[in-house]
């Protein structure tokens, strides 16, 4: 635990550290949560554009379905692409990372298998749409 005057980048920085003031490892949980819907959405984390929830792209997320956020705001292309339980893995944990309890947040460790979980639902769906394709 680190004691310090709350800092970090807006949107990215774990609110429960903003509020405490303790640092701990599950605040990087948090923006590292915050990251994997910036790629999953392809937008930065706070947009101006925008006059109402969906600026702060943590508060959207955090207040919608995985089928609002997948219709209203996964870039297009990339939702083609998307194979659905590589989706749902993936959307599951970036939710995850944005729990407001940090014991709830998951470990790097396991962050790092449930993303090469949802690579493998991926890749295995490339060969099989390649398999039916021959």
């Known amino acids: ?4 005057d709350p ?3 807006l949107g990215y920085c774990d ?3 903003i509020e405490t003031s303790f640092y701990k490892k599950e605040s990087d949980v948090y923006s590292f ?4 819907f910036e790629v999953l959405c392809s937008r930065l984390c706070v947009d101006y554009k925008y006059d109402d929830m969906r600026r702060s792209l943590p508060a959207f997320v955090k207040n919608s379905s995985k089928e609002k956020i ?3 705001v996964i870039e297009g292309n990339l939702r083609q692409q998307m194979e659905e339980n590589s989706f749902d893995t993936f959307i599951t944990l970036a939710h995850k990372c944005l729990e407001r309890e940090q014991k709830e947040r998951p470990s790097m460790e396991l962050i790092v298998k449930k993303i090469e979980t949802a690579l493998k639902y991926q890749v295995s769906s490339k060969n099989n749409k390649r398999f039916k394709n021959n």
């Open 33 to 36: 949560g915050v990251v994997l």
């Open 15 to 17: 609110p429960v550290f």
């Open 1 to 4: 635990i680190l004691f310090s």
């Open 70 to 72: 997948r219709d209203a």
């Open 7 to 9: 800092k970090g980048t």
